[in-house]
Every structure is written in C-alpha cells, then in structure tokens.
C-alpha cells in the first residue's frame, strides 16, 4: 500500500535560518515518482518537484534543495535562508505504478517564517 | 494559457442543498480526478476519469457523484451536503493515463456546509 509520512506538523524559524522538511514514503512498486507542492495562504497549490524512482541525485533550485535516499525511503526538502514569503503548508506526495495518476499526500508540513 | 478552472471558488451552503463544483480544463486531457484537503490528512483522491463516460471512485467517494460526458469537463455532485464535506476541493487533469503524466491542479473550490 501507498503512504506518505510527514512527521513535522507544524515548524516556526526565523527569516534567514535553513529548514528541512522531512518525508518519508512506501510503496511496493520500484518505479514511482515523489513529489513536493507548496500551498500559500491563498490555498492554490504550487509544483516545486517530481522525482522519479531510477533518479538519487540531489536536486538544487535557488534556495530549495531535495535530498532522496531510496535506502531510507526519504524525499526531503531543505530550504536555505529562509524568508517570510516561504511561510506555507508544505505537502510530500507519491505516485506509483500501481495506482498511476492519483497522488497519495503526505499531511502536510505548516512552515511559519517570522521576521 | 493552459488550465483547470474551477467554479465557485467559495461555496456557503446549508445542510441538504444540492451542488454542483464544475471543473474544466482546455489542454485535451484525458484523466481527471477530484481530491479533498482536510487539515492533517492532506489530499485525497474522491473520484477519478480515464476518459469520456469512465469513472471510478477513489479512497473516499462517499456522498459525491461525478460524470464526465465531455473531456473538457468534469463536475462534482454533492446531493445531499452535509457539514463533514466542508472542504477544500481540487480538481486535476493529466494528459494521459499512468504513472509518467504530470498533473495539473486547479486553484480550489473551499466549500462550508452549515
């Protein structure tokens, strides 16, 4: 079965900090795709990232960083310098041979930024 | 500009009035799919389209209805809305069908039921 952990409910730093983001996953399928979407407070959901399965390396976008490690069954998502704009819920999501389109989402993450 | 839209994006209602949530995109695709977002459970699929006149249910369809006589289109019926359907709504499509096709999300309908 399908499942997505996002262990940290909520985190609060202060602007300028790094913060990582933590996901963990299962599936049973060796071919899936991970995802991360932001969702400000206007509500609409933002793509940041899909990864698939066949690719470990670390990705690098700006500020954000992703960090997947099969051996672990971890996808997480590190932002450097962080900045109030970053305030959001963060979602971790999973899709997988076996249940193609649809995504499994993880909770959620709230990320309060403060000045 | 390629995209979902979703209408109303705000919905007040009372206990037992029926409503429709439209969902439409214009990039041809053939998968669509509706999830609900409740705090602490994240999104989850309700019902899904493969293709003109195909739908399923997803891991928690109770209370919706769906069809999907155009590829265009695809509503979400609430009959009878009761308070513990006051969500947030998204509707996705994809171009096809399978693991290896990017979806698209539209910006969300939030629904209160009183």
């Known amino acids: 079965a399908q499942k997505v952990t996002q262990a940290q409910t909520e985190i609060s730093v202060v602007e300028k900090e790094d913060v990582t983001l933590d996901c963990v996953y299962e599936?049973?399928?060796?071919?899936?795709?991970l995802f991360w979407y932001k969702q400000p407070p206007s509500g609409e959901l933002v793509f940041l990232i899909r990864?698939?399965?066949?690719?470990?390396q670390n990705e690098i976008s700006g500020r954000y960083s992703w960090n997947f490690q099969k051996s672990t069954s971890s996808f997480n998502f590190t932002i450097t310098a962080s900045q109030v704009v970053d305030s959001a819920v963060y979602f971790c999501a999973l899709s997988d041979m076996e249940y193609g389109n649809k995504l499994v989402f993880g909770a959620g993450t709230i990320l309060r930024v403060k000045s | 500009e390629a995209q979902v839209t979703q209408n109303p994006r705000y919905l007040i209602t009372v206990t037992g009035k029926k409503l429709t949530v439209t969902c439409s995109q214009n990039m041809n695709h053939e998968y669509m799919s509706w999830y609900r977002q409740d705090p602490g459970l994240g999104l989850r699929q309700i019902y899904y389209s493969m293709n003109v006149e195909v739908t399923d249910k997803g891991d928690v369809p109770e209370g919706y209805k769906v069809s999907r006589k155009e590829k265009r289109n695809f509503p979400l019926i609430l009959e009878s809305p009761s308070p513990n359907q006051t969500s947030l709504y998204f509707c996705?499509?994809?171009?096809?069908?399978?693991?290896?096709?990017?979806?698209?999300f539209g910006p969300g309908t939030r629904l209160t039921v009183t």
């Open positions: 990864r698939n399965s066949f690719d470990e």
């Open positions: 996705a499509s994809s171009s096809g069908t399978g693991v290896l096709y990017e979806q698209y």
């Open positions: 599936t049973r399928d060796t071919t899936y795709y």
